[in-house]
């Protein structure tokens, strides 16, 4: 079993930026790919990045050229850097492996970010 720790939201205005953190209860984020998902509500949650064991990063439309996806292995650790943010990246941010497309572990609690205009 893995515990899930996503941290570092909070408000901020359009324009601005945050950087998310997660962390595992084991030492297990290396071994794979890792991917930052979001979710409003009413709608389904989406991943918006992952980062594969190598180091290679995929991002989705909307957030490419804003976020960047990274990974330090030594913490045990995966963080998204969030620039240039919009309203519309309002959401409850969660980290998680990417496994066959999707989430293996349960979901932690997940991080607010909310973007003012």
């Known amino acids: 079993q893995v515990q899930l720790v996503e941290s570092g939201g909070g408000l901020v205005q359009a324009g601005g930026s945050l950087r998310l953190s997660c962390a595992a209860s084991?030492?297990?984020?290396?071994?794979?790919?890792i991917g930052w998902y979001r979710q409003v509500p009413g709608k389904q949650r989406e991943l918006v990045a992952h980062i594969t064991t190598g180091g290679s990063t995929s991002y989705e439309d909307s957030v490419k050229g804003r976020f960047t996806i990274s990974r330090d292995n030594m913490k045990n650790t995966v963080d998204l850097q969030m620039n240039s943010l919009r309203p519309e990246d309002t959401a409850v941010y969660y980290c998680?492996?990417?496994?066959?497309?999707?989430?293996?572990?349960?979901w932690g609690q997940g991080t607010q970010v909310t973007v003012s205009s």
């Open positions: 084991r030492r297990i984020l290396s071994m794979y790919v």
């Open positions: 998680n492996s990417v496994v066959g497309g999707g989430p293996y572990w349960d």
